[in-house]
């Protein structure tokens, strides 16, 4: 009787929960793919990312300006990098000055980010969709995953323990915290936390140096 209840109960458990599970794998991959964290869709936006340690101490590692999702501007405590397209020049702060270095030689860019994209949508595991929150004050949307992407075609992954805030209509994504994180290039998971911020401005625009 002991055992058939125990049974019972876990049956009761698995079915009310993977259908929960199922539903809210759905709501993040839609996400990905005309929602926001489509690359195609999400605006133009300022995207600042520290590295905090488990001690607390939080350094800098990168600030980024996004105008459509094949321009950016992406200043690093080594410099500033402006990518159009396959097009890449060094610099010393967001304005400039800009020399023009190598190709990033992704192949078709456009096809690059759209793979990059699917194939973290496509990795998407333990989904939790928690619902209502507060983040710096303001109403917000909280999400997990972890991921572990295929490799694109340098043979690169990376991925970890994703949280996530979005705004209250779920259209914008307002900051992403990867702990655990793993990449290829990684010897071991790190025991620090990624945390990007992000604040939208659709007065930024990205121009090829003359």
Not at 77 to 99: E, H, L, Q, R, V
Not at 177 to 198: C, L, M, R, Y
Request: charged share 25%.
């Amino acid at each position: 009787m002991r055992n058939t209840l125990i049974f019972s109960l876990f049956y009761l458990t698995v079915t009310a929960s993977t259908p929960a599970a199922a539903d809210c794998g759905t709501e993040i991959g839609k996400l990905f793919k005309g929602g926001a964290w489509d690359p195609f869709v999400r605006e133009n936006r300022r995207e600042t990312t520290v590295v905090r340690e488990p001690g607390g101490k939080e350094t800098p590692s990168s600030d980024v300006l996004w105008d459509g999702p094949l321009k950016s501007i992406n200043c690093t405590p080594n410099g500033c990098f402006m990518a159009i397209g396959n097009a890449f020049w060094k610099g010393s702060s967001f304005d400039g000055p800009w020399t023009r270095s190598n190709d990033t030689r992704t192949g078709d860019p456009e096809a690059f980010v759209r793979a990059t994209r699917d194939r973290l949508a496509a990795s998407v595991a333990e989904p939790e969709c928690l619902g209502a929150t507060e983040l710096d004050g303001k109403s917000a949307l909280l999400y997990r995953f972890s991921s572990k992407p295929e490799p694109n075609e340098h043979g690169s992954w990376w991925g970890g323990r994703y949280s996530f805030w979005l705004g209250p209509d779920a259209k914008r994504l307002m900051r992403i915290e990867i702990a655990d994180g793993i990449a290829s290039w990684a010897p071991k998971p790190s025991d620090n936390v990624q945390v990007t911020t992000i604040l939208y401005d659709d007065t930024i625009r990205i121009e090829e140096p003359k």
